[in-house]
Nanobody, 124 residues
Framework: QLRLVESGGGLVQPGGSLRLSCAAS????????IGWFRQVPGKEREEVSC????????RYADSVKGRFTVSRNVANSTVWLQMSSLKPEDTGVYFC?????????????????WGQGAQVTVSA
C-alpha cells in the first residue's frame, strides 16, 4: 500500500512560481514512478508530469513543458513539482499519483494511488 500526501498549494500571481511536494510512504514507496495530475472545473483531468522511480527520466504535458520541473529525492521518498511562469489557466487541484509510465512520446498508465490534492490558484 502506498500513501501520498501533497503540500505547498496556494495563491500566486500570474508569472509567479510555486512548488508542490508529494510525500510518499508505505512499502516500496521508492519503487513507483510518480505522476502529477491537475483537475480544472469543467475540464478533463490532465496528467502534467511523470518521474521515474530513480528520477532519471521525466515527461511533461505540452501545456507545462518548459515551465514545470519535476524532481525527486529517493532517500526521503519526496517528489516535487516546481511550477514557474504560472498562468491563470494553471489554476486547479493538483494530485500526485502512482504509478505512471513514461513512453517515447507521452505519459501513460492508470494510477492506483492518489493523494488528497492541493489547490493552486493563479490570479492577480
Amino acid at each position: 500500500q502506498l500513501r501520498l500526501v501533497e503540500s505547498g498549494g496556494g495563491l500566486v500571481q500570474p508569472g509567479g512560481s510555486l512548488r508542490l511536494s508529494c510525500a510518499a510512504s508505505g512499502s516500496s514507496s521508492n519503487y513507483y514512478a510518480i505522476g502529477w495530475f491537475r483537475q480544472v472545473p469543467g475540464k478533463e483531468r490532465e496528467e502534467v508530469s511523470c518521474i521515474s522511480s530513480t528520477g532519471r527520466k521525466t515527461r511533461y504535458a505540452d501545456s507545462v513543458k518548459g515551465r514545470f520541473t519535476v524532481s525527486r529525492n529517493v532517500a526521503n521518498s519526496t517528489v516535487w513539482l516546481q511550477m514557474s511562469s504560472l498562468k491563470p489557466e494553471d489554476t486547479g487541484v493538483y494530485f500526485c499519483s502512482a504509478p505512471c509510465i513514461i513512453t517515447d512520446t507521452a505519459i501513460a498508465g492508470t494510477p492506483q494511488y492518489w493523494g488528497q490534492g492541493a489547490q493552486v490558484t493563479v490570479s492577480a
